[in-house]
Each structure stands twice: as C-alpha cells, then as structure tokens.
T-cell receptor, first 110, second 116 residues
Framework: QQKVQQSPESLIVPEGGMASLNCTFS?????YFWWYRQHSGEGPKALM???SNGDKKEGRFTAHLNKASLYVSLHIKDSQPSDSALYFC??????????WGSGTKLIIKP | EAGVTQSPRYAVLQEGQAVSFWCDPI?????LYWYQQPRDQGPQLLVY????????NSQLPSDRFSAVRPKGTNSTLKIQSAKQGDTATYLC??????????????FGAGTRLSVL
C-alpha cells in the first residue's frame, strides 16, 4: 500500500525567503508526482508536476525528484504572502489513483 | 472557461439525516472524482466516473453513500444517514482524456459538511 508522507507539518518563512517542502513515498513503481496548493476555503489547485528524475523549474517554483531515494521536494523562491496555503504532494502509480500526503501548512510572514 | 461548480458550500446536519452534494464539472471533461477531505488531511478518493460509468467506488461506504452521474455531465453524491465521522469537506474534481495520471485534476471549492 503506497504511503505518502510530507514534512514539515507547518513552516513559517519570511516574505522574500525560500520555502522548502519535502515528500517521501513508499512504492518504487510510482510514476507521476504532483504538487497541489490549497488556499483556505478553496479546493486544491495544481501547482506543478514532475515525472522524471531531476529538477523542474516553473517561475519561482522548483520541484526535485529522486525516485531511487523515494523523495520529491518543492522549493519556493522569493516567497510572497499569497503563497501562504496548504501544500499537498500527490503520487500516482500510473493509473487514475492519486495518493495524497497530509499536507504542509506554509505561512509567509510579512 | 468556467471551473468546477459545487453546491451547497456548507451543510450542517444532525446524525441520521440525509444530504446531497451536487457537482457540475468543466465542460468536456469525461472523468469526474468525488473526494473526502477530513480537516487537516489530504483528499481521499471516494468514487471515480468516466462518462456515466463508475470505474472505482471501492472506497465509498456503500451502505450509506451513493453517487451517480446519469448523463456523463453533472454528478450527485448522497449520504443516506450521516454520522459524526462523515464531518469533512467533500470535493469534486474533473479531468479530461480519460483520467490519465499525467493530467491535471481541477477541483471545485467543496462542500463543508458538519454532522452534529
């Protein structure tokens, strides 16, 4: 049974700083990895996906994947107050089923 | 382009009461998902449709929960006799192209259910 764990549970970062979010998964057959962001009172919204080992950069956001180490991370550069939200890592084995972590609550302090 | 629309936004029930949640997915999306999100947890899949067919409802508590998508567009999730443990946010999501895992899920704002 795939397990997806995120750390830390919560994170406070000063405005303009770097936020680093971590996610580990248990099944080596995992293929697709997503980061979703959920603002209070809204549904999750896809931030970025990564499917191959290495880094993927989209604007201020960089995802890193290491399948051998069962690890994926998200780094947010130049953090803004609007980045304050709940961040979820979600992992697929290659079918429709996404297994979600329990989230990291990110607070950007002005 | 309109997003995924859910109603109602909030529901408060006594144990034993029934409630229905409604979802209108993005036009043209053939796959539709219902998720349950307990407070401070990640979403957990309840049921997955492709067009009008149920593909996976293995996580749906079938004795009290039911879900339909009769014309392959809108969907309704119903709880027949709510329990306090059902307190959660119920999220609907849609996706194009048969729900391939490379595709983004688009979520509605959810229905926040409290069962007293």
């Amino acid at each position: 049974q795939q397990k997806v764990q995120q750390s830390p549970e919560s994170l406070i970062v000063p405005e303009g700083g770097m936020a680093s979010l971590n996610c580990t998964f248990s099944d080596r057959n995992s293929q697709y990895f997503w980061w979703y962001r959920q603002h209070s009172g809204e549904g999750p919204k896809a931030l970025m996906s990564i499917f191959s080992n290495g880094d993927k950069k989209e604007g201020r956001f960089t995802a890193h994947l290491n399948k051998a180490s069962l690890y994926v991370s998200l780094h947010i550069k130049d953090s803004q107050p609007s980045d304050s939200a709940l961040y979820f890592c979600a992992v697929s084995m290659g079918n429709y089923q996404l297994i979600w972590g329990s989230g990291t609550k990110l607070i950007i302090k002005p | 382009e309109a997003g995924v629309t859910q109603s109602p936004r909030y529901a408060v029930l006594q144990e034993g009461q029934a409630v229905s949640f409604w979802c209108d997915p993005i036009s043209g999306h053939d796959t539709l998902y219902w998720y349950q999100q307990p407070r401070d947890q990640g979403p957990q899949l309840l049921v997955y449709f492709r067009d009008e067919a149920v593909i996976d409802n293995s996580q749906l508590p079938s004795d009290r929960f039911s879900a339909v998508r009769p014309k392959g567009t809108n969907s309704t999730l119903k709880i027949q006799s709510a329990k306090q443990g059902d307190t959660a946010t119920y999220l609907c999501a849609s996706s194009p192209f048969g729900g391939a895992p490379q595709n983004t899920l688009y979520f509605g704002a959810g229905t926040r259910l409290s069962v007293l």
